[in-house]
């Protein structure tokens, strides 16, 4: 997806193997018996007259018109006719996730929690041109990474847990300090994404709202023990570098309205600190 997010494909069944011609003749075990009579479909199949069509020289049944006998649709029809049975997966088996298991996420205690973060950008009002229009390549936005269980650093934006009677901006300004090392000044809101997940017994509804800051000062930091490694990421490639659909989901928001933020950058004379 879920690569969320990506799925291997089902192994396709091997080909059967070609079948014996139809005109073949098959021993009898008996010296005195007759041979035995052969179906009329295979019958039908044998040695072509001289003067047939190659389609049944071949041993595939046409019929006058020269295509296919209709029957041989049917019949391959027939044979995978047999469809799954209600309430049984792909191979036969029972389907997972059944009643059972959503019993036993109904009888969890529920618990919300609220977060905040987003994007230090450096460099918004110097990438206006004098023509007005945003050049992407010469922004630059602050991430972090993390390490999953399989060992991958995944790209994602800072934040963390919003402190009882904190307000979110605030959050944000300080979780993107903890994590990354730079002071930042909220001047507008990306949205916020939601998600559920388990944890020690109990099912968390997080609710993560992100924003977008001016970098004020500071130099990149890992020293938070939760972060992996910190970058900074040229706004041209930030889609690209984000691990979860969700944050890319808001990235791609931030982006079509970030030439209107950064002219309006330019016109206070938001210039980033060198």
């Known amino acids: 997806m879920a690569t969320n997010s990506a799925g291997s494909g089902e192994a396709r069944p091997d080909q059967a193997g070609s079948r014996p011609h139809a005109g073949d003749a098959e ?20 040695a072509a007259p001289a003067g047939a ?3 049944a020289r071949r041993g ?17 029809r027939r044979r995978g006719a047999p ?18 298991s959503q019993r036993e996420r109904d009888s969890m205690p529920v618990r919300d929690e609220t977060s905040a973060g987003g994007l230090v ?11 007005g229009e945003l050049d992407a390549s010469r922004v630059y936005v602050a991430l972090i990474g993390r390490l999953d269980r399989r060992k991958r650093l995944l790209w994602s934006m800072p934040k963390g847990h919003v402190e009882p009677g904190e307000p979110r901006a605030a959050t944000a300004e300080r979780e993107v300090w903890e994590e990354t090392g730079l002071r930042g000044e909220v ?10 997940f388990v944890s020690e017994g109990v099912r968390i509804h997080k609710t993560v709202h992100h924003h977008l800051l001016y970098y004020v000062d500071g ?27 969700d944050e890319r989901r808001l990235a791609r928001r931030a982006l079509d309205r970030m030439p209107e933020l950064a002219r309006a950058a330019k016109r206070e004379e938001r210039w980033t600190p060198r």
């Open 219 to 245: 130099i990149l930091n890992d020293e938070d023990p939760e972060v992996t490694e910190v970058a900074w990421t040229p706004l041209s490639r930030l889609i690209e570098r984000l691990a979860y659909a």
């Open 187 to 196: 001047f507008a809101e990306m949205g916020s994404i939601d998600y559920w």
């Open 27 to 46: 021993s009898p075990r008996g010296g005195g018996r007759p041979k035995r009579r052969r179906s009329r479909r295979k019958r039908s199949g044998g």
């Open 121 to 131: 950008v450096s460099g918004l009002a110097e990438a206006v041109g004098e023509d």
């Open 60 to 76: 595939k049944r046409v019929t006058k018109g020269g295509g296919r006998a209709s029957g041989e649709k049917k019949n391959r």
């Open 53 to 55: 069509s190659g389609e």
């Open 83 to 100: 469809a799954r049975a209600a309430g049984k997966g792909r191979r036969g088996g029972p389907r997972r996730g059944g009643s059972g």
